[in-house]
């Protein structure tokens, strides 16, 4: 079994920044892929930034050079650096991991992304 504990979320103003962090703790020997989804009111969920065990990373087009995603392997921990965020950014966000180890994906509990104009 794996828990995923997320922070960071909170009210800011439009412009401002905000690190949301997740961290991985249970049985755990690699992680291959972490991510970081997002849901609005009355929206589907949709995927916001992913990175791979490799580093690599990929985003949606409506955050490309605001946000940027990152990890902790020592630590079993994603990071999602949002910068320059817009009223359109509020959300729940929710981390999801996958490891081929456990062929399946875990989710954290999500936490609420408030941007005011």
């Known amino acids: 079994q794996v828990q995923l504990v997320e922070s960071g979320g909170g009210l800011v103003q439009a ?3 905000l690190r949301l962090s997740c961290a991985a703790s249970g049985s755990i020997r690699s992680i291959d892929a972490m991510r970081w989804y997002r849901q609005a009111p009355g929206q589907q969920r949709e995927l916001v930034a992913t990175i791979l065990s490799v580093a690599s990373t990929n985003y949606a087009d ?3 050079g605001r946000f940027t995603i990152s990890r902790d392997n020592a630590k ?3 990071y999602l650096q949002m910068n320059s965020l817009k009223p359109e950014d ?5 981390c999801n991991v996958y490891s081929t180890y456990w062929g399946r994906a875990y989710w954290g509990q999500g936490t609420q992304v408030t941007v005011s104009s």
């Open 76 to 78: 079993n921990a994603v």
């Open 62 to 64: 409506s955050v490309k």
């Open 90 to 94: 509020t959300a729940v966000y929710y």
């Open 15 to 17: 412009g401002g920044s």
